[in-house]
């Protein structure tokens, strides 16, 4: 029986619940391990491993592979170790999924926009910037615009800035002046990541991605009063047929990221109205004659490389821990 090795913080997470029971009913024996709790030996005897890995009583290296739900946050030095130590399983010949490559691809949103638009894929104008001047030209250019945490997660500490107002996503702003804002937000974090914000029919599209196909998707509506969708900020969701375009730009998303599962998150255009004339009209939009080259559809706002299943098991009875494991039975 192949021993699967289960990466969680969480013993409590759907989605560790339902890897470690699917790998059950696909004649895995998991093993389900927090690499927090990883210790690794190294030596330069010839007679002993280079190293050796352990998380608790489970020797990493024995395993046949590994799925990576959740690494761990914390310190950079703690974080930088456990990825470490996921490479040098994997360069061990032990197949992780995610990849730590794809996993940190995913996790780093500039880099992984740069990624996105490097292989064509349609993304929200991305600038980001290290000083105070630069980001108020660039938001005053954008009029409306999203400032997000290059590490973020759940719709944490992004702020929207629109008509010399600056709002955040979770906790209440006050009256604090936008450059005063900036400011602070640079001096945490020392680089601004700022994206056009895209109108929107009130609701982003969470695609789940596995093996290279897309295997359903949710429609995420933001709570009543705010402007995210993530379903960890009250949002909900339901179902989601994906158009063919929507299908097509999650799956290479995945591929250019280099994600064997993924959650891609896509936002909806405004809606365009063809004209005879050649000429499109937008309802979100101020000039209402702009031409056909100006039309845009779909968009890319992020990929997850540690997403959750839980959300299209509700909305639709799809389980991606299914069709994960069933990937790593098909590979091993």
């Known amino acids: 029986m192949k021993k699967i090795g289960i990466a969680i913080t969480d013993p409590e997470d759907w989605t560790a619940r339902a890897l470690i029971n699917a790998a059950k009913r ?18 330069s005897r010839t007679s002993e491993p280079v190293a050796l890995f352990k998380a608790g009583e489970i020797l990493l290296s024995d395993l046949d592979a590994l799925i990576v739900r959740d690494a761990g946050a914390g310190a950079f030095e703690g974080v930088s170790f456990r990825f470490d130590i996921l490479r040098e399983l994997e360069a061990g010949g032990v197949p992780v999924i995610n990849s730590p490559e794809a996993i940190q691809n995913a996790a780093n949103k500039y880099h992984a926009s740069y990624l996105l638009a490097k292989a064509g894929l349609p993304i929200p104008e991305t600038i980001a910037v290290q000083s105070v001047e630069a980001a108020l030209r660039v938001v005053a250019r954008f009029e409306d615009a999203v400032i997000k945490p290059v590490y973020g997660y759940k719709g944490k500490d992004i702020a929207r800035v ?21 400011e602070k937000l640079l001096e945490e974090r020392g680089m601004l990541y700022i994206q056009e914000f895209i109108e929107n029919p009130g609701r982003d599209i969470r695609a789940f ?31 989601c047929v994906l ?17 064997t599962f993924a959650g891609i998150d896509i936002i909806e255009g405004p809606e365009i109205i ?5 000429f499109i009209e937008s309802k979100n939009k101020k000039d209402k004659g ?17 997403p959750s299943g839980k959300g299209i098991f509700d909305a ?4 991606p821990a299914e069709h994960i494991l069933e990937y790593l039975q098909n590979i091993l």
């Open 274 to 278: 063809e004209e005879p004339e050649g």
């Open 290 to 306: 702009q031409r056909n080259e100006d039309k845009q559809g779909s968009r890319i706002l992020e990929v997850n490389g540690t």
């Open 316 to 319: 639709w009875g799809i389980n």
């Open 162 to 182: 629109k008509e010399g107002e600056i709002r955040f996503s979770d906790r209440k702003t006050g009256h604090v002046p936008v450059e005063e804002a900036l």
């Open 243 to 259: 158009t063919d375009e929507q299908k097509e730009i999650a799956e290479k998303a995945s591929l250019t990221i280099g994600t």
């Open 26 to 43: 696909k004649g895995f024996s998991p093993f389900v391990l927090d690499l927090r709790t990883a210790e690794v030996g190294v030596s």
């Open 209 to 239: 991605v596995v093996g290279g196909t897309a295997i359903g998707a949710i429609y995420r509506k933001a709570a009543a009063g705010s402007w995210v969708n993530n379903l960890s900020q009250g949002g909900s969701s339901d179902r």
